[in-house]
């Protein structure tokens, strides 16, 4: 078993683009849920999906968007990028209400 | 609002020594509480999920604990190696099992 894989493990970009990050879950969840964590800080819920649907959401703008496909990946896609979008994005997987398991992370750096 | 603190914000012990860190929440009606690791620059590593009927869970060296009543959770480490040096943060789940609270972690660093 992988585990939860993420991919790109690094990213530069510019402002005002646009950035897809891609989630893998662990075999066996259906649950993918996403996460910013901004050096020094806790991770900060983004949304979660479930069946293909955005289940909950965080605090974040619509400039966040995200997307679960029928084998449970996930992608997060970041339009308009700011300073500020610069952080370690997370995925987690679980299996309904149980334990989620992280990735790696995807270090996202905006210029 | 949920909001979860995690104190101190940085430790620092000699090796062996046994440790506590802190973990405290507003909201007592949590569904479940995770304890994480954090190397630098890496994914988060589940060591001990407490599910809100249960009091502690144990994992070799480390033990966790949940008084709901209080808002308090604790990571106790017990005869900490060099090893353990890294970011812990505990996390909060609501009742319908949503999103997670996470703190911002203490930083512990263990020196040989």
């Known amino acids: 078993d992988a585990g939860v894989t993420q991919s790109p493990t690094h990213l530069i970009k510019t402002r005002g683009q646009q950035v897809t990050l891609r989630c893998s879950p662990k075999?066996?969840?259906?649950?993918v849920s996403w996460y910013q964590q901004a050096l020094g800080q806790g991770p900060q819920f983004i949304f979660q999906?479930?069946?293909?649907?955005?289940?909950q959401r965080g605090n974040f703008p619509d400039r966040f968007s995200g997307h679960q496909f029928p084998n449970y990946s996930s992608e997060l896609n970041v339009n308009a990028l700011l300073l500020g979008d610069s952080a370690l994005y997370l995925c987690?997987?679980?299996?309904?209400?149980?334990?989620?398991?992280f990735g790696p992370g995807t270090r996202l750096t905006v210029l | 609002k949920q909001e979860v603190t995690q104190i101190p914000a940085a430790l620092s012990v000699p090796e062996g020594e046994n440790l506590v860190l802190n973990c405290s929440f507003t909201?007592?009606?949590?569904?479940?509480l995770q304890w994480f690791r954090q190397d630098p620059g890496k994914g988060l590593t589940s060591l001990l999920l407490?599910?809100?009927?249960?009091r502690e869970q144990t994992s070799g060296r480390l033990n966790a604990s949940l008084d709901k009543s209080s808002g308090r959770s604790t990571l106790y480490i017990a005869a900490s190696q060099p090893g353990d040096s890294a970011t812990y943060l505990c996390?909060?789940?609501?009742?319908?099992?949503?999103?997670?609270?996470f703190g911002d972690g203490t930083t512990l660093t263990v020196k040989p």
């Open positions: 987690a997987s679980s299996y309904s209400t149980d334990t989620q398991y």
């Open positions: 075999s066996g969840h259906d649950t």
């Open positions: 999906y479930y069946e293909e649907e955005e289940r």
């Open positions: 909201d007592s009606a949590i569904y479940n």
């Open positions: 407490i599910q809100s009927s249960q």
């Open positions: 996390a909060v789940g609501p009742p319908n099992a949503g999103k997670s609270t």
